[in-house]
């Protein structure tokens, strides 16, 4: 069981956009490194972006550089991605989960915790 409810997935054509909504649950995410993370068929689940407790700086990875935004909302608590350009590359269930953060307390793509996953939400990108 997980302390986040993924949502806003969807089948879209290339060049569409989503926005992904990760909502919390007894954790204030203001407080914790969250990241998206995405799994694809036959491929390993990868980290997509990340941002870090209180400061809010954001990371994502070189295949979303330019094209995803992640940002924090604290008065709902929640994280949303916002996915432009979207490529069929980018079809994957997409997750979110608190991640690890490195001296300076910037969130790194490896998620803290691996036995809390949720259902994650589809991204299908299709022409």
């Known amino acids: 069981q997980s302390q986040f409810v993924e949502s806003g997935g969807g089948l879209v054509q290339p060049g569409g956009s989503l926005r992904l909504s990760c909502v919390a649950s007894t954790v204030t995410l203001e407080y914790v490194s969250v990241g998206w993370f995405r799994q694809a068929p036959g491929k390993e689940r990868e980290g997509v972006s990340c941002i870090s407790a209180l400061s809010g700086r954001a990371e994502y990875v070189d295949s979303v550089k330019g094209r995803f935004t992640i940002s924090r909302d604290n008065a709902e608590n929640t994280v949303y991605l916002q996915m432009n350009g979207l490529k069929p590359e980018d079809t994957a269930i997409y997750y979110c989960?608190?991640?690890?953060?490195?001296?300076?307390?910037?969130?790194?793509?490896?998620?803290?915790?691996?036995?809390?996953w949720g259902q994650g939400t589809q991204v299908t990108v299709s022409s």
């Open positions: 989960a608190i991640t690890s953060t490195d001296f300076t307390s910037t969130c790194i793509m490896t998620p803290a915790q691996t036995d809390s």
